[in-house]
């Protein structure tokens, strides 16, 4: 069995051997950037085609210099992205909020006053989410339509709620496990009330914790493809599915196509890149910090 | 940032279970936080299941409106038959061991890269992370027709010649483009490994002999293991389930040589409307999923830290 601690947030120093040292340190740093420069080269070249005439976006030899045109953004937003995208923000943050007030006080009680069966349920979340999609694709389309709530955009913020609540209680769990019990029972011998321990105590200290949990859940409900394609169409169809409709509609149009998954993929990126730190404890369900 | 993986067998309670029982209110008290998510988790998710159940056993194309009739396994009988299921249970395990397998060792080969400090660092980081965080769909989109296109396609266009990479080699491009949106996944939980490692052991390797590649495998690879098994694990539950890059790509083709399971099964109910079938399908791969899981549940249990309750 394996713990994870933190050993104390002094900055490690760097070890003779990994300073950069001559003419191995540059090549290794040369290598290090090379490598950095080639995965991000396709998303480079998504924003540059997204600048371009079609003329240039389909070119054979590839255009690198051409004047920046903006007809791909003007034209995606033509064709009525906003809707698309208001689902998508109406989908995502609703269903994260849902998700935050579902999952702290769940991992609560799996963490500092626990259920006697704490680790049993602990285990059923984490099962759910191993569960395939798939298989209950047909039961909730079946269900959606009979209740008369497909293409809905209430359907989705549901779905995205189930689909993310197991890795929250899960990463929540695992910054309330930081809270230092001494504080909680020197509050209650304090005679603080319950809401003013959670209010003073445990929220100031798991705050990074939820914006970590909140971002995450996010990112997985922006980016949803299988449910939204198969459960909503004009009316509740979030950004992947303008994407996919502006390909098969009207033939390819490349700079467009670009300039579209540029707008779709901006937030996510922009959220990540911030909060890079709070990303790797979240992805791994709090497992790393 | 120094992150640090402590490993030993079993992870003792960080504090004793409390011994006292207790009252039947208490217990409801401390239930009570939990019963909405609980409750909500139950619903959403358990009672599809059943009506899949249910479905599974019934003949029933949507086609054919009015000719709904119980046959029992029957489904069961077609499906385990099916050439086509086989082809893409095939498909899944390949498409899902492949792209694990490439992103993880990609991840470590990056996580070493970044584990100096260099010009740059945090800009390589914030480059590398970027494939991530672009939405699937549109990284799927973007790979088709801006990146393997026969005519204008990048890869032609730098390399020349006018492979169509995605008719000539299937699975690989579909690999090759999930490769580059989890290789930076991988390689974060790798470097928060890497960076927890502590120098006094590196340091003792050194001083008794060891050149860097044996203080490589001899140290750093096994500290590193629950890192890799973690990475691997997750990106497992993630990737098996693969239906954007598919769908996009290559439309499980062509023939079935790149329908994976949530592809196939997808057809089934949305081409083809054999809903009994398809529920069947999903009974099955739900099952082969428990299986699976019992598993790898067994290995998250040693993963995260299961100390004993407050």
Redesign the interface.
Known sequence: MTTLTRHGSRRRPTSPARRANGVRGAAWTTLAWLAGLLFFLPVLWMVLTGFKREVDAASNPPTWFFTPVLDGYRQVFDRDLTPYLLNSVTASLVSTLLVLLLATPAAYALSIRPVAKWRDVLFFFISTKMLPAVAALLPIYLLVKQLGMLDNVWTMVVLYTSMNLPLAVWMMRSFLLEVPSALIEAAAMDGASLTVTIRRILLPIVAPGLAATALICFIFSWNEFFFAVNLTATRAGTSPIFLVGFVTSEGLFLARLCAAATIVSLPVVLAGWIAQKQLVRGLSMGAVK | ???????????PP??AVRPVPLGARQ?WT?????L???T??IV??Q???L??LY?STLDWNALRPGRRAFIGLANYGEVLTDARLRAALLNTVLLTAASVVVSVLLGL??AI?????????G?????????????????A???K???YNP??G?I???AGGSTDWVSQYPMISVVTTLV?QW???MM??IL??L??QS?ET??AA?VDGAG?WQTFTRVTLPYLR??LE?GAL?GS?YL??T??AV??ITQGGPGTATTN??YE??LT??RKFE?GE??AA??V??IG?IVV?TF??RV????????G??
């Open positions: 940032m120094t992150r640090t993986i402590t490993a030993g067998a079993g992870a960080r504090r217990r401390r239930r009570a936080p939990l909405p998510a609980l909500f988790a959403v998710t009672i599809p299941f009506v899949t479905l080969g990056l890269l970044l584990d100096r400090r260099f010009p740059g660092r800009v390589v980081r914030t480059l590398l992370i970027t494939p991530f965080l672009v939405m699937p769909m549109a990284a989109l973007l790979w027709h801006a990146i005519s204008y990048l032609n266009g730098i580059w290789t930076p996944f974060l939980i928060a490994g960076q927890g120098l590196l340091e050194r860097p629950p890192y973690l997750l539950i098996v389930q239906f954007d769908f996009t399971l949530p099964i997808y109910t949305f809903y398809a529920a999903g009974v791969v739900v999923t899981a790898a549940l998250i249990s040693s993963l995260f830290r299961m100390e309750a407050r």
